[in-house]
């Protein structure tokens, strides 16, 4: 009876979780594609292609995210379940149709993580730690930022023909998900981290904005963005670190 009461707990999770993911990809994709139903008027048909497309991509965009997060999770004993943010959720649907799909905010889920106790047994200090969390949280945009830098690059420096306009409609709104995520909010990836270490928060920070601004630019290139991330570094420990203790 027992073991019946666990499995219908667990079974009752896991079609929680899986509605609120779903839930977050209709969300996401229904921000990203706003302003994509026609150029200079309502076209239906074009409209439905482009959430259709963004669906898959948001889909894409929250798996790859969430998975990374998980293998990392259970590489280190523990459990990671993502919730919707529901209060991130809400802005951004007001916001998108405030800003006629202008401007986006992609800050939706939240990770929250347990310790697997069989899976910790000989670990120093039985029980996560911090950084632990820290890590994890990291994982996710990571996992973003470097799909969407291959997936770019491959359009960019090989023959594979990969179309422009679909590339981008991939490769934009994960660096928008993977940036949005890194604000240092609960439950946002950003809020694990700067609780660890405020230096390995501005060091990621840095180079996440620093990749944008260098894109911005026409410059796609990890090892700029990673020398902008250390200068950040740099700057932040110099100003602000020391002062603070």
Known sequence: MRLFSMMSIITLGLAVETREFWLSVIILAFTISWNKWGTVEFDLWVGLANL???????????SVH????????????????HKIWWYGAGIAFVTTILSRGQFAI????????????????????????VKDF????????????????????????????????????????????????????????????????????????????????????GVYSWLWAIALGLASVSVFYVWLERSWG
């Open 52 to 62: 259709l497309i963004a669906v898959v991509m948001s889909w894409v965009i929250l």
């Open 66 to 81: 969430h998975f990374a997060q998980r293998l990392w999770g259970l590489r280190q004993g523990l459990k990671v379940e």
């Open 106 to 129: 992609l800050g939706l889920t939240g990770t929250f993580i347990s310790a697997l106790n069989i899976h910790r047994l000989g670990r120093y200090r039985y029980g996560p730690q």
């Open 134 to 217: 820290a890590m994890i949280a990291l994982m996710g945009p990571a996992a973003n930022i470097l799909l969407a830098g291959i997936v770019k690059s491959i359009e960019l420096y090989t023959p594979i023909p990969l179309p422009s306009e679909i590339v981008n409609q991939f490769f934009v709104p994960s660096l928008a998900f993977a940036a949005w995520n890194l604000l240092p909010l609960p439950p946002l990836d950003g809020s694990r981290i700067v609780f660890a270490s405020r230096v390995l928060y501005a060091l990621i920070a840095g180079c996440v904005l620093g990749y944008i601004f260098l894109l911005s630019q």
